[in-house]
């Protein structure tokens, strides 16, 4: 029996065929994010995996795409209903309520590293199981807090030193501000509907507002004269949103405003923001987020107000290396022991542990394999330098240290191998 992956899933690997997939670039990556995060004051939360399945339908919404066709969900052996988390804020806002973490302080900020599952139809950029750096900010209503999510994301692809990202952003309003743009809405779609694409034909009834975010060309010509959620706004709604746009402008982070980005969750209010990047084609969201000021208090938390965003680590990896932005190279060891014969097995094992100890990341051939093998080997480990240890060496104390990207080699004591290489790296 052959046993495969899973479809739309894959392994991360110390090399892979493709370099998105290398643990290497995951590891720089969560790096950037334990710092930046630690910075701007979020801490990390690490939630289970599963969750039970109510708490991901009350929260993103029974007629979202995720709860209606997306989940991972399966009873245990108790007959309990339980789901693999498809998304973030629903996990941090159940832990948060639980343990009444809103009598700590008034405002927690928290960070998480996460993989979700979402039984997706597979294709470039999307996969049963991906993986968010995600953020939450639990307890202002200041805009200030949304402009210092939004700054969060933006510096982060900054620091990854990616390029040509659109930052759109939008309002979308409270809840009584929602109803009345819906009943706006259906009003101006009703003599389009036959010409709507299938999807927003069935959505018309049961999600209208996500017509909005449809793709579909027939749809998007509809929609250019359809009315704006902006103008339905209440006039501290639209004077919120102005705030956040000129504080945005301030700290000099470019958007545009997209008055038809209403994201594929329900529970946002207000503030809802994306990122795109060109690179990525038809899937070219990299991140996106907003407010969700009623849900904390829906799921039965206090009334808390609240705003996150979660981006995609594979989707940025592919954009990444698609703009040849500097990335890390692969670790690889700085020196390779190649011992000849059974003392000098010994004596390079103990030199190694040494090594290691004195902080150097230091390989040790353990093949048996001739001479000529063995420098191949640790050429495909890309040791920066090769020492090879036999009797002669053993005798003398004295060794010839390659550096193999010169083929240059030096002779010195072994008791002097730890300062050569550093004084050489
Ligand atoms: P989301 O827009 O569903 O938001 O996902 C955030 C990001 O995760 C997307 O922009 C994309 O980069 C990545 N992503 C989503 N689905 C897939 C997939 N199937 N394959 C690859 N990448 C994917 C949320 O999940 C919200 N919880 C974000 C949030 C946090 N809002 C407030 N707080």
């Not at 639209?238 to 982070?253: G, K, P, T, V, W």
């Not at 700085?334 to 000849?340: A, C, K, M, V």
């Not at 004596?347 to 001739?370: N, S």
Request: net charge neutral.
């Amino acid at each position: 029996m052959n046993y495969r992956i899973a479809k739309g899933v894959f392994d991360l690997l110390p090399t892979d065929e493709l370099a998105w997939r290398e643990s290497h670039l995951w590891h720089y990556l969560e790096k950037v994010i334990y710092e930046l995060a630690s910075q701007y004051g979020f801490r990390e939360i690490r939630t289970p995996l599963f969750e039970t399945t109510e708490l991901f339908r009350r929260s993103i919404g029974t007629t979202s795409d995720i709860v209606k066709k997306e989940m991972y969900t399966f009873e245990d052996r108790a007959g309990r209903s339980i789901t693999l988390r498809p998304e973030g804020t629903a996990p941090v806002l159940r832990a948060f309520i639980e343990k009444h973490l809103e009598q700590q302080a008034p405002i927690q900020k928290f960070f998480y590293i996460y993989p979700m599952f979402r039984y997706e139809r597979q294709q470039a950029g999307r996969y049963r199981q991906h993986h968010q750096f995600g953020v939450e900010a639990i307890g202002s209503s200041s805009p200030l807090q949304d402009v210092e999510v939004i700054h969060l994301l933006w510096t982060f692809y900054e620091r990854l030193g990616l390029k040509n990202l659109t930052l759109q952003l939008n309002s979308i309003g409270s809840k009584e501000s929602r109803l009345r743009y819906k009943e706006r809405l259906k009003a101006f779609l009703k003599p389009h509907i036959s010409s709507l694409s299938q999807e927003s034909q069935e959505r018309y009834e049961t999600n209208p507002f996500r017509i909005l975010d449809s793709k579909a060309e027939q749809d998007r010509t509809i929609l250019r004269e359809a009315p704006l959620i902006l103008d339905s706004l209440s006039e501290k709604e639209r004077e919120n949103f102005e705030q956040i746009c000129s504080l945005l402008e301030e700290a000099s982070i470019p958007f545009v405003r997209a008055p038809y980005l209403v994201r594929g969750l329900d529970y946002y209010t207000n503030t809802v923001f994306e990122v795109t990047s060109k690179q990525l084609g038809a899937q070219n969201s990299l991140g996106g987020g907003g407010r969700y000021d009623g849900l904390i208090h829906e799921l039965g938390g206090p009334d808390l107000p609240a705003i996150g965003f979660g981006t995609g680590l594979e989707r940025i990896l592919q954009t990444l290396l698609a703009q040849n932005a500097p990335l890390p190279p692969k670790p690889a060891p700085t020196l390779f022991f190649i011992p000849l014969g059974q003392p000098a097995e010994k004596k390079c094992f103990a030199l190694t542990c040494q090594l290691r100890q004195e902080g150097l990341d230091v390989e040790l051939d353990m093949t048996g394999k001739r001479l000529k093998a063995a420098m191949r080997y640790a050429d495909a480990t890309g040791a920066k330098f090769v020492a090879v240890i036999g009797e002669d060496e053993l005798e003398s104390g004295q060794l010839s240290l390659k550096e193999m990207a010169t083929g240059t080699t030096q002779t010195i004591s072994i008791e002097r191998l730890a300062d050569a290489i550093r004084t050489n790296t």
